[in-house]
T-cell receptor, first 112, second 113 residues
Framework: SAVISQKPSRDICQRGTSLTIQCQVD?????MFWYRQQPGQSLTLIAT?????????ESGFVIDKFPISRPNLTFSTLTVSNMSPEDSSIYLC?????????FGPGTRLTVL | GENVEQHPSTLSVQEGDSAVIKCTYS??????FPWYKQELGKRPQLIID?????GEKKDQRIAVTLNKTAKHFSLHITETQPEDSAVYFC????????????FGRGTQLTVWP
């Protein structure tokens, strides 16, 4: 299994500002994934982060809005830039281990 | 891209009854189909998964069936208990990369005692 932690667990931000979310895993993993879960909705994949290369973004998500860093095999950050109320969501990182996909506890973001 | 449809969106059953949730997918290249349970305020937790080389998989009260020809898979929960109440999500793998998942919209299951 994989133990995943995220910081912060929640935040309230003003529109126009940016927030960086951290994801730490207790083991080395090749790929880390960032998902978004809007209130009462399903999970949507934002991007895949590989160490040593640029993140791969899914349709509808762009690097300027959601820059991602992956400095090593146990850590990644997702930044939500120039936030608007529509960015209010839970952001979850996810990693694979033992042929299973595990999710972090999520970061609950509220944008006013 | 992959499209995952999930039905029903809500499901209420009496304790002890069975619950069935169904999903269809569009990408014939998908080979991995997990089911997640998400309790209120918690992260999604994997409850069972199935790969395309298997038609059915069972784990105690939970089973999943897969029909690759028809591109649909189902979750079956028998002898439901109030603690089974949660939102259940099906998912299908995007391409061949584990972790790149398309999720269904979710089913709110309520089990009444």
């Amino acid at each position: 299994s994989a133990v995943i932690s995220q910081k912060p667990s929640r935040d309230i931000c003003q529109r126009g500002t940016s927030l960086t979310i951290q994801c730490q895993v207790d083991s080395q993993v090749t790929m880390m994934f960032w998902y978004r879960q809007q209130p009462g909705q399903s999970l949507t994949l934002i991007a895949t982060a590989n160490q040593g290369s640029e993140a791969t973004y899914e349709s509808g998500f762009v690097i300027d809005k959601f820059p991602i860093s992956r400095p090593n095999l146990t850590f990644s950050t997702l930044t939500v830039s120039n936030m608007s109320p529509e960015d209010s969501s839970i952001y979850l990182c996810s990693v694979g281990a033992d042929n299973e996909q595990f999710f972090g506890p999520g970061t609950r973001l509220t944008v006013l | 891209g992959e499209n995952v449809e999930q039905h029903p969106s809500t499901l209420s059953v009496q304790e002890g009854d069975s619950a069935v949730i169904k999903c269809t997918y569009s990408d014939s290249a998908s080979n991995y189909f997990p089911w997640y349970k998400q309790e209120l305020g918690k992260r999604p937790q994997l409850i069972i998964d199935i790969r395309s080389n298997v038609g059915e998989k069972k784990d105690q009260r939970i089973a999943v069936t897969l029909n690759k020809t028809a591109k649909h898979f189902s979750l079956h929960i028998t002898e439901t208990q109030p603690e089974d109440s949660a939102v259940y999500f099906c998912a299908a793998e995007r391409g061949s990369t584990l972790g790149r998942l398309y999720f269904g919209r979710g089913t709110q299951l309520t089990v009444w005692p």
